[in-house]
């Protein structure tokens, strides 16, 4: 395994981390949720007609999990509640920009970060999903201090192409084997990032890892556990 020394001559089991963005350095749950309620609070025809929780969780379920796309989305949205002002289309765009400045950096994240920071050790993000995805680093103050970013609605392919993991080490100038991903879905992230050469670290989050891929080289129940993996 590769090693890297820093100023003060530790060994580090990496040279490079590399992140996926929601549900690994953004809490997206806790997003969706701030953005459907500062949907609801912006329609007085569905706060006439609806009470708060049961709106807010009616659009948890038809985003499901971001597996839904915001156009089906909002499409749905208002063939179920015709009392919304806006039409579908123009609640798109709405969402485009305040979806994204619903995330918050979380304190076990920023500070990870910092600690990769300070050893001297290279980081970015690679994270499918349309441009807007930057907004989330700016939300999370992470956009002005990150290696790179590679997002797949800007390069043209996304994850589990290696090609796009590929990108963020030609950007970083790294190799695939002095690097380790970062990422909670075990076929967009983990088996992606394999398929590039990477160390991989699956953020588990309560879930058992899918029989019929091969498992990671780590396993976090949690974002702190992440310490031990880069030795930090």
């Known amino acids: 395994m590769p090693v890297r020394t820093s100023p003060k001559t530790k060994r580090y089991p990496y ?8 549900g690994t350095l953004g809490d997206r749950p806790s997003a969706v949720r701030r953005w459907a309620e500062e949907f609801y609070f912006s329609q007085p025809g569905l706060m006439a007609q609806v009470e ?3 709106a807010v969780d009616q659009i948890v379920e038809w985003d499901a999990g971001g597996h839904v796309f915001a156009p089906k989305l909002f499409e749905k949205l208002v063939e179920v509640w015709p009392f919304v002002r806006e039409s579908a289309e123009e609640l798109v765009k709405w969402h485009a920009v305040h979806y994204p400045a619903a995330f918050r950096p979380e304190r076990v994240m920023s500070r990870m970060i ?3 920071m300070r050893v001297g050790l290279d980081w970015g993000v690679v994270t499918n ?3 807007f995805q930057r907004d989330k680093l700016v939300a999370l103050g992470l956009e002005k201090i990150t290696g790179c970013v590679v997002i797949s609605g800007e390069f043209g392919k996304g ?3 290696p090609a796009i993991f590929q ?3 030609r950007l970083l100038k790294r190799k695939p ?5 970062i990422g909670d879905s075990p076929m ?4 992606g990032a394999r398929k590039a050469g990477m160390d991989t670290a699956w953020l588990s989050h309560g879930r058992k890892w899918p029989a019929v891929l091969r498992p990671p080289a780590h396993t976090l129940s949690r974002f702190a556990d992440l310490q031990k993996v880069l030795g930090l």
Do not use: C, M, S
């Not at 040279?15 to 929601?22: E, H, Q």
């Not at 967009?188 to 088996?191: K, L, N």
């Open 114 to 116: 910092t600690r990769i």
């Open 52 to 54: 708060r929780q049961v």
């Open 167 to 169: 990108e963020a080490l």
């Open 177 to 181: 084997e002095e690097t380790v991903f």
């Open 15 to 22: 040279t490079t981390v590399l992140f996926d963005l929601d």
């Open 188 to 191: 967009a992230d983990i088996e």
């Open 159 to 161: 994850k589990p192409d």
């Open 129 to 131: 999903g349309p441009p």
